[in-house]
């Protein structure tokens, strides 16, 4: 069980094989989808092309952001310590389970919640008519970053998610969500974010 503080320290869980060969809902993001990411990030074209093998790499038109973010099913962000904050996630699903079906989103907390944030999903029910159809959704994130009894000098969502939840029962896709905050004391996150767009040297 996931225990407070070490949302960066524990792995997704063990594999069951059975929902892995009907998802119903997958967050797909493509080769370019990368590239582009790391352009903003601050890479240059030189280095991407070394790494990636491709000249056809151009990061000269693409304006740096450090809040760009992929189409991940986890929603992640770093923000100051002890500041009001407001995080949105744009996030698109793909329908790869029955052709008439109907989510329901749900924010869910594993413990009590002890931070000041108030976490929203728009909108909050997803119909898709066929399979292979797109919806897209965004999650708002607003609060406090202040110090968490749980926490030494440090600030964090943790154990929080949002549930997509098909209306019969039989399928639910979960995404985690964290907002934290980076202190001298917090070594996952320190050690999460130097490595994060760390590239291999071959």
Same mark, same amino acid.
């Given at each position: 069980m996931a225990q407070p503080g070490n949302e960066?320290?524990?792995g997704s869980g063990r594999l069951n094989a059975t929902k892995v060969l009907d998802p119903g809902l997958i967050y797909e993001t493509g080769h370019?989808?990368?590239i582009d990411y790391m352009c903003k990030q601050g890479y240059n074209t030189q280095m991407l092309r070394s790494h990636v093998g491709s000249h056809d790499i151009?990061? #000269?038109?693409?304006? %740096?952001?450090?809040?760009?973010?992929?189409?991940?099913?986890?929603?992640?962000?770093?923000?100051d310590i002890n500041t009001k904050f407001t995080k949105v996630f744009?996030?698109?699903?793909?329908?790869?389970?029955?052709?008439?079906?109907?989510?329901?989103?749900? /924010?869910k907390f594993q413990v009590e919640k002890y931070?000041?944030?108030? %976490?929203?999903?728009?909108?909050?029910?997803?119909?898709?008519?066929?399979?292979?159809?797109?919806?897209?959704?965004t999650v708002n994130v607003t609060g406090e970053s202040k110090?968490?009894?749980?926490?030494?000098n440090s600030f964090m969502t943790?154990?929080?998610?949002?549930?997509?939840?098909?209306?019969?029962? #039989?399928?639910?896709?979960?995404?985690? /969500?964290? /907002?934290?905050? %980076?202190?001298?004391s917090t070594h996952a996150c320190r050690k999460f974010h130097k490595n994060k767009f760390k590239l291999p040297l071959s």
């Open positions: 960066f320290e524990y370019q989808d990368y151009d990061c #000269s038109r693409t304006k %740096i952001d450090l809040n760009a973010d992929l189409n991940y099913p986890t929603m992640t962000a770093r923000v744009y996030r698109t699903v793909t329908n790869v389970g029955d052709p008439n079906s109907t989510y329901l989103g749900e /924010i931070f000041e944030a108030e %976490i929203t999903v728009e909108p909050k029910q997803l119909h898709f008519d066929e399979s292979g159809n797109t919806k897209t959704f110090l968490n009894m749980n926490f030494k943790n154990n929080t998610w949002l549930t997509w939840r098909e209306m019969d029962g #039989s399928r639910q896709v979960r995404s985690p /969500i964290v /907002i934290y905050s %980076i202190t001298n």
